[in-house]
């Protein structure tokens, strides 16, 4: 296809020398040609931002920026306030794409004159890629279709905007939890149609060693729930009834989970714990309903009238389950 538009791919970049210069390689040598590859290093106390300026001495495609740690929303706005490219991208430094990705995403966003096109991707480890299994079957779908489909997975790393659809839409820097969520969100609900390609072309990595893989609760979790409840009130605004139920359904999932974590730590954050525990006990019978573990629903109900009880269990069940 012919190479008349330019897309900006930002890439928030911190602390991941070990990975980054897979990820810079997999946008440099994108089959499609007209890229600005915008690289913010959000304060990197490792190489990462030593690795980005030897990259943009070798392609004058490459900006960098260097900028004070702020968290990865105030990165990505960073880059979009530089960002100059006709369409925009965005891509996780810990993660890479197919060579043909944004070739195959800009060719469908224009024959089908879409504003936003997603992609499928896989998960995993650089040994285990898996690919997601819960992508749309539909290539066409409404703005209350695309909601119900993508509403556990505002990524923005899987898409490409068209610019004047993003206009003066921002991350949320005040949120270090879900970050992409409320961003697509207000992307989507603008629109008319989303479409979709499925095929896998973006390699999403699972960090191990993440705090939310760990299993560590922080109090930042909890601006998620805000994030929902956003969510939640434009749902039933609209009476979008299905993603409204969705939404409260996702929102019971994350507070019953959390409080599992904070359970687990000897160091409780019991403030976190009244919070979420106030919307379990008036969502009790609903969850309860829900698909899920046996284990997980006897832990919330215990969990309900004495918390503190709740978490000595399971965390004497935790012991005896690592002991064997």
Not at 67 to 73: A, F, L, T, Y
Not at 95 to 114: A, R, W
Not at 281 to 305: D, E, H, M, P, W
Request: aromatic share 12%.
């Amino acid at each position: 296809m012919e190479q008349n538009f330019l897309i900006s791919i930002i890439i928030p970049v911190y602390n991941v020398e070990k990975y980054l210069n897979r990820c810079i390689e997999s946008i440099i040598n994108q089959t499609y040609k007209n890229l600005e590859i915008i690289l913010v290093d959000d304060g990197s106390t490792d190489n990462s931002g030593k690795i980005c300026d030897e990259y943009a001495l070798k392609d004058n495609r490459i900006k960098v920026i260097h900028k004070q740690n702020g968290g990865v929303s105030s990165a990505r706005n960073k880059g979009l306030e530089v960002a100059t490219g006709e369409y925009i991208g965005f891509v996780d430094s810990d993660d890479y794409i197919e060579k043909d990705m944004y070739e195959l995403l800009l060719s469908t966003i224009i024959e089908t004159k879409s504003q936003v096109v997603v992609c499928n991707w896989f998960k995993g480890t650089e040994s285990n890629w898996i690919e997601n299994k819960n992508f749309p079957t539909k290539e066409k779908l409404t703005k209350t279709e695309a909601l119900e489909s993508f509403y556990w997975c505002m990524f923005s790393w899987n898409k490409l905007f068209n610019r004047r659809v993003i206009e003066n839409i921002r991350f949320l820097e005040s949120c270090s939890c879900g970050e992409d969520t409320l961003f697509v969100f207000n992307i989507f609900i603008k629109l008319e149609q989303i479409y979709c390609i499925n095929l896998p072309k973006y390699y999403y990595r699972i960090n191990t060693n993440s705090i939310l893989h760990s299993r560590i609760f922080k109090k930042s979790f909890l601006d998620y729930i805000k994030i929902l409840d956003t969510e939640i009130r434009f749902a039933k605004e609209n009476n979008l009834y299905e993603l409204t139920n969705k939404l409260y359904n996702a929102k019971l999932y994350v507070a019953t989970t959390w409080l599992i974590f904070i359970a687990a730590q000897k160091s409780k954050d019991l403030d976190s714990a009244k919070i979420l525990l106030q919307y379990v006990r008036q969502n009790l019978f609903v969850f309860l309903k829900t698909k899920g573990k046996i284990s997980k629903k006897c832990f919330v109900l215990i969990a309900c009238v004495n918390f503190k009880l709740a978490s000595l269990i399971y965390r004497l069940l935790l012991k005896l389950k690592i002991s064997r």
